[in-house]
């Protein structure tokens, strides 16, 4: 369990944020001021420190510098109000980790403190191997050859050869000071690429800041990546700090970069090009050396073509690109990622699930993963969370699963559909193929009728009353259809 040491002279937000770290499975401890918060810190060991920036007997500036020279473990995050941000950005650039802003939000606070452990705990890694190749940090790291390993925390090295490559071109990278375009699916890890690039280059130290370009309304867009004076438009109640200036000296990673409006396209052009910002209602401009990298699940070229996107922007970020497979094109890699998530998940629940059974071994390596790595994850945890023994089986599978387990065994005309592997002294088993494979109409219709029934359970949460209305069937009917494709 990760341990957290609150230091907050507002008994009320400590408690409270103490009650919420323990149901979220952390072990919090609160200390009122900073002389008691560093006296826990010699008797005790954190993970991470909460700290106010303001506090009765000093600031988050002298507990950073302690912090930092004798407790180099320790990840700090400063907890702030709107009028402090100047200052918390700059305790970024001494080493903090992050920064809250008064009021506090539970899933900002629960993210950051997550992405802060998993940072903190990488760089530490890197720093103990001494290495100035890639580095993977996952619960079971595993080394390439020549010592050189994949550094990001969510990334996880795969026997395939789409991920071999994927790990090749992320080590060519890294050390340069390109910027990057990923191209892949949502879900495939996008995100966790664009972390190890950042661990593996010379900018390792400093900030890494991602911002997703998806959920930006054009009206915000400016003030998030510019930031803005106080007073500059109507609602600027304070001065923010934008993006770029955030990752000043680090790292920028914009995901979903191709929902930026034209407008904003050629604001961030002229940022780009000139290497300079300057924050909305200021006549200042600010020097930037910033790393982009940026991240995309649709062919911006064709954006391009369709007036969407701009060229020149394009070919700004594109320096290098690195394309994410999808899960589906990863073979064997589906079990080595489920293996992982397993690992974690009862680290979360505190269970002690072991192994996959066969049936869902077979429908891991089957299933389409329309939601990749993302949807693997969830599916793991929730059946991790539903397994009572060591071996999660396939009744907890969510249901869209099931069905499309049902439905390769009708299709193979198989029971079990999957046949466990022996051990090596045994010899192995393949999976059971259909006896006849000849073009059967019959069969066709049965596939597309149960593609039919399933998509529009899907889209009604398996309402069989919506179901039948949807298809201009009767109840009674699409219960027939639905046995008669092994569909229960």
Known sequence: MKKILIIDDEVNTALLLSKFLSRNGFEATTASNGSTGLEL?????????????RLEDTDGREILKVIKNQYPKTGVIIITGYSDIKMAVELIKMGAYDYITKPLYPDEILTTINKAIETHHALLEAAEQQVSGPVTVS???TKEKGGKQVLSSEFVTGSSRASKELVRQIELVAPTNYSVIIIGESGTGKESVAKSIHLN??????????????SLTKELAQSEFFGH???????????KIGHFEMANGGTLFLDEVGNLSYDIQAALLRTVQERKVKRIGSTKEIDLDVRIIVATNENLQDAIQKGRFREDLYHRFNEFGIYMPPLRERGNDVILLAEHFLRIANEELGRNVTTFSADVVECFLNYRWQGNIRELKNVVRRATLLTEGDEIQLKALPLEMLAYSRASSFDTGTSDGYTAPRSNNEGATEPQQPKDDRPDLKNAALEAEYETIVKVLRQVNYNKTKAAEILRIDRKTLYNKMKAINLK
Do not use: Q, W
Not at 201 to 214: K, L, V, Y
Not at 229 to 239: C, D, H, P, R, V
């Open 41 to 53: 810190l010699k008797n005790n060991e954190f993970n991470l420190v909460l700290c106010d920036y």
């Open 139 to 141: 619960k079971t790291s």
């Open 201 to 214: 280059s010379p900018r390792r130290n400093e900030p890494f800041i991602a911002m997703d370009c998806g």
């Open 229 to 239: 004076e106080k007073g500059s438009f109507t609602g600027a109640l304070y001065t």
